[in-house]
């Protein structure tokens, strides 16, 4: 029986389970959004094959914890963002834009999002989509009164500056203020309320 690293089985089992997503988002991030198999993250943890099956049964499980795990993380810093921002509207927009744009660049959140484009059925499997279900609340919170196709859209536009930036770092400054300039467009004005 292999030594177990931690005082119980159930925190070994749990080290080694972060251990496992955390070697397969490496990977994931590594290879440009790629989806490692099993053996290659076993492999990548040091782990003989047949244990990584202890935590995540198929690639398609394994993307699904990752997404849930991502979703999670990508809630708690919107949250943190979204609470010293400042109140005006146009304002808290642009710290929106910062916000995400901040974690497609420096996150894995970019990566990972290909890799789920591999697996599309990962989406709609029902704790992801809880999870995400807590990212459209503070969304709307985060940036009141702005449709949610609206946001949708601007989304698609940060993902695709991120994937701009990336490759020319220079050009994050008029990028930024791109997407402040889309932003502002899709805020409601004053009169839009009346």
Request: charged letters at 15%; a negative charge.
């Given at each position: 029986m292999p030594k177990i690293t931690e005082t119980t089985v159930a925190?070994?089992?749990?080290?080694?389970?972060r251990a496992v997503l955390e070697a397969a988002e490496r990977?994931?991030?590594?290879n440009h959004g790629a989806v490692p198999t099993l053996a290659e993250v076993a492999a990548e943890v040091g782990l003989a094959r047949p244990s990584v099956y202890r935590y995540v049964s198929s690639q398609h499980d394994l993307l699904v914890q990752l997404l849930i795990q991502a979703t999670q993380t990508w809630n708690e810093q919107l949250e943190a963002a979204m609470q010293v921002a400042p109140p005006e509207p146009t304002e808290r927009i642009h710290a929106y834009v910062d916000t995400t744009l901040e974690l497609f660049l420096h996150g894995t959140h970019g990566p990972l999002m290909t890799a789920a484009q591999h697996f599309p059925q990962a989406f709609a499997d029902e704790a992801v989509q809880q999870s995400h279900g807590g990212f459209a609340s503070i969304v709307n919170e985060f940036c009141p009164g702005v449709s949610k196709a609206d946001i949708s859209l601007l989304n698609a536009a940060i993902v695709r500056a991120s994937e701009?930036?990336?490759?020319?770092?220079?050009?994050?400054?008029?990028?930024?203020?791109?997407?402040?300039?889309?932003?502002?467009?899709?805020?409601?004005q004053p009169s839009d309320s009346q």
């Open positions: 925190e070994h089992r749990a080290v080694q389970h990977l994931i991030v590594n701009l930036a990336d490759r020319s770092p220079e050009q994050l400054p008029g990028i930024t203020q791109t997407l402040y300039a889309m932003a502002d467009v899709i805020v409601p």
